[in-house]
């Protein structure tokens, strides 16, 4: 079994910055494909950002495009999710996703696909 823990949630004002962080432990390989999702209060659950190992590719919401920045560290078996020029409308609870495999391309943007879960970290954006 595979555990996500996210870090780096907070408040911030607009315009500002943070860096989420996703550790996957548990197993001895780290998921193939890792996104980030997020869920504000009374919506669905959303995609923001994916990123796969195995082609190195990571695909954006457009809601978040050239503001936000998904990477990964192999090597410490973590996502991060930069988030830069925040706006109030991304206030919200932000899960990292997991799956051991890479994900079709039509598909990472829907959360029922993903094999893990976090618990999720709160970032508030006030206006």
């Known amino acids: 079994q595979v555990q996500l823990v996210e870090t780096g949630g907070g408040y911030v004002q607009t315009g500002g910055s943070l860096r989420l962080s996703c550790e996957a432990s548990?197993?001895?390989?780290?998921?193939?494909?890792m996104g980030w999702f997020r869920q504000a209060p009374g919506k669905e659950r959303e995609f923001v950002a994916v990123h796969t190992s195995s082609d190195r590719t990571t695909f954006y919401a457009d809601s978040v495009k050239g503001r936000f920045t998904i990477s990964r560290d192999n090597a410490k078996n973590t996502v991060y999710l930069q988030m830069n020029s925040l706006k109030p409308e991304d206030t919200a609870v932000y899960y990292c996703?997991?799956?051991?495999?890479?994900?079709?391309?039509?598909?990472?943007?829907?959360?029922?696909?993903?094999?893990?879960w976090g618990q999720g970290t709160q970032v508030t954006v006030s206006s």
């Open positions: 548990g197993r001895t390989f780290s998921p193939t494909t």
């Open positions: 996703a997991g799956h051991p495999n890479r994900i079709a391309l039509g598909s990472r943007r829907t959360a029922s696909v993903y094999s893990y």
